[in-house]
């Protein structure tokens, strides 16, 4: 007769590991929008993930492994879907020891026809643990002492352990005709400081900084790089000598954005499309190199580009939101996170 052993079980479903094998790694493979990935200093990544599973979209911050794996736990404005559209960008964390987290909030209540402009725009500060538990340093739109109206900001990084460093943007949303819907158009005005120090915070502007893209911090505080919009070239300022000087000019022609710094060596994006992504270089440490990170070839004449890379402190590895589509159709994978170990 037939022998009846133990019934079969199943063991776990959750992902262990990442989706390909080295040097291009996609970590996340949702159908909504993941977006604007950091470094923690434990090593995690965080980023901006939408949550298509609550009926309210927010977008909230994920925190995966370095390696790669599912999701540890997210953060978010609320445990549950509710009335508002909640978001969580532009994650800072601090490299000081303090363990606390920088980010922009923004909030809207979800009515019949959604507002084109947040309600609720503002930088917070809020310890790494809990990053819900926030106090707000600044909101939008902010009148700047050059005289310009900051309605957004994009690159926010930590200066040093009291200090913020950001892009103030212009932010609009032209209809393309009458009855198109509305686009979001973001262009860099100047690069701004915001001192948390005092009781109330002091935002101060980078002189010749005019129409900046992105900023990133260098080996110290007294050094910011920075690129402009429709620029071809990489800049570096240096607060103790007042002195803008060029680090890398691409040549005419060539857009340039979203630099990052780590351990010496510059990460910036190249062409592409503004605000989808383009190519990944890499300058120095050596004067003069720039290899290029591209994506893999194959994959049925698809396309990949990143925005913006956010390198490792070993400068070994960088994540970015990566967006993917085929070079005939244009149609579009969403975005998603992507781990490039560099050789």
């Not at 965080?46 to 540890?72: K, L, N, Q, V, W």
Request: aromatic share 10%; with cysteine; hydrophobic share 40%.
């Amino acid at each position: 007769a037939c022998e009846h052993g133990a019934p079969f079980r199943s063991s776990g479903y959750s992902p262990t590991e990442p989706f390909n094998v080295p040097p291009l790694i996609r970590l996340t493979l949702n159908p909504g929008d993941e977006l604007t990935p950091a470094w923690l200093p434990d090593g995690q990544i965080i980023y901006s993930a939408e949550r298509i599973d609550r009926a309210d979209h927010d977008r909230c911050f994920a925190f995966m492994p370095g390696t790669g794996a599912a999701i540890s736990h997210y953060g978010c404005r609320t445990p549950t879907s509710n009335d508002s559209l909640d978001a969580f960008l532009e994650a800072a964390p601090t490299a000081f020891g303090d363990e606390q987290i920088a980010y922009v909030r923004e909030g809207s209540y979800r009515l019949p026809i959604p507002p084109l402009s947040p309600g609720v725009n503002a930088i917070v500060v809020a310890p790494l643990t809990d990053p819900n538990a926030s106090t707000v340093v600044q909101t939008f739109p902010f009148f700047a002492p050059s005289g310009r109206t900051h309605w957004g900001i994009s690159s926010l990084r930590w200066l040093d352990a009291s200090r913020l460093v950001y892009v103030g943007e212009d932010v609009s949303y032209p209809r393309p005709c009458s009855m198109c819907p509305p686009d979001t158009v973001r262009v860099g005005l100047e690069i701004a400081i915001l001192d948390l120090a005092p009781a109330a915070p002091v935002v101060t502007i980078v002189a010749g900084t005019d129409g900046a893209s992105s900023v990133t911090v260098g080996a110290s505080s007294d050094t910011i790089y920075f690129t402009r919009e429709n620029d071809a070239v990489v800049y570096r300022h240096m607060f103790s000598s007042g002195v803008t000087d060029t680090v890398h000019d691409f040549g005419a022609g060539r857009l340039v954005r979203d630099v990052a710094w780590a351990a010496g060596r510059l990460f910036v994006v190249v062409d592409g499309i503004p605000d989808i992504g383009g190519d990944v270089h890499i300058l120095g440490p050596v004067p003069g190199t720039d290899p290029l990170v591209q994506s893999p070839p194959g994959g049925g004449g698809g396309l990949l580009w990143f925005v913006p890379p956010a390198p490792s402190e070993d400068d070994r590895r960088f994540v970015a939101q990566g967006y993917a589509f085929n070079r005939d159709t244009t149609i579009a994978s969403g975005r998603e996170i992507w781990l490039f170990e560099l050789p």
